[in-house]
């Protein structure tokens, strides 16, 4: 909030010293600082599934509880990646990555001091906020930085970067809850943090959009989140409580409708959260399509 309340005439309107900065920029270097803090999100999906019956045991609830401290994660970071990467483009994208990387490592500090566990699934959403404000920013900055025959490259690389991440969290969340306990879990996220921070302070450029004076909008960015929530929610919980349950069924049928809505609403209003003329690109629709399927 401090930072936002700071914001200058110069934070608001791009200007040519920008990108007279983006050109001196080591372009590697910055794909480094944003892949290391990208890593640690991704990893922290799925860190904590081998800790479950750790947790179970250490803080006296069941399992299904526990599995909330992971559903609460995925669902907030769901939800909140659309909203934050149009947020990027009015506040400044290195601006709101640092932002999101000292929300994360500093929820990862207070989950590991978790008493219970309800402290521990307020802290996860809190994760949540700060890996949305680092993965929504991430492939922007990587699209700012790198010239178009240089793009591919380093989008393969953050792709490579959240398949890796994916794998080897629950091996990882293994070792480390073997031999050091499940604090450490959410402990190793704190030097991983503040290092990605210091690095990418000290080599992101402004990285301002030209969209900066277009409205946010807020319709949009509330029909989305709940649509996407309440439908992974639904599919999240159907295999425990039953694709039958009335429980599932209404939460499935809740985001369908939210994410219709949102549709219809994007469709229709002048500066839309997602811009669905994207999907005209076939070679852009095919490539949402695999990665959906």
């Given at each position: ?40 999100v991704v990893i922290d999906v799925s860190i904590l599934s081998i800790a479950m019956p750790t947790l179970s045991r250490t803080m006296n609830a069941s399992l299904e509880e526990i ?227």
């Open positions: 909030v401090f930072w936002f309340g700071r914001m200058t005439e110069k934070d608001q309107f791009p200007v040519t010293a920008a990108a007279s900065e983006l050109e001196q920029s080591n372009p590697w270097m910055i794909l480094f600082s944003v892949a290391l803090g990208l890593f640690m599995e909330w401290a992971l559903i609460a994660y995925s669902v907030a970071l769901t939800g909140l990646v659309p909203f934050f990467g149009r947020i990027s483009d009015v506040l400044g994208r290195k601006r709101l990555f640092l932002t999101g990387l000292l929300i994360f490592s500093t929820a990862s500090l207070l989950a590991a001091l978790s008493p219970s566990i309800l402290w521990l699934i307020g802290v996860r959403l809190l994760q949540a906020v700060g890996g949305a404000l680092i993965t929504s920013n991430t492939l922007a900055i990587i699209t700012d930085t790198f010239p178009a025959g240089r793009r591919g490259v380093a989008m393969g690389v953050q792709g490579i970067i959240i398949s890796g991440g994916a794998a080897l969290g629950p091996s990882l969340g293994g070792f480390l809850v073997t031999h050091f306990g499940w604090h450490s879990v959410f402990l190793i996220n704190v030097p991983i943090g503040m290092i990605a921070a210091l690095l990418a302070a000290l080599v992101l450029p402004p990285l301002q959009s030209n969209r900066t004076l277009e409205p946010i909008d807020w319709t949009g960015a509330a029909t989305l989140m709940v649509g996407m929530s309440t439908l992974l929610l639904g599919l999240t919980k159907g295999p425990a409580w039953g694709w039958s349950s009335l429980y599932v069924d209404l939460l499935i049928a809740a985001g369908l409708l939210m994410l219709g809505i949102f549709l219809v609403h994007e469709m229709r209003t002048q500066f839309p959260l997602v811009d669905l003329s994207l999907f005209r690109n076939r070679e852009f629709a095919a490539a949402q399509m695999a990665g959906l399927f």
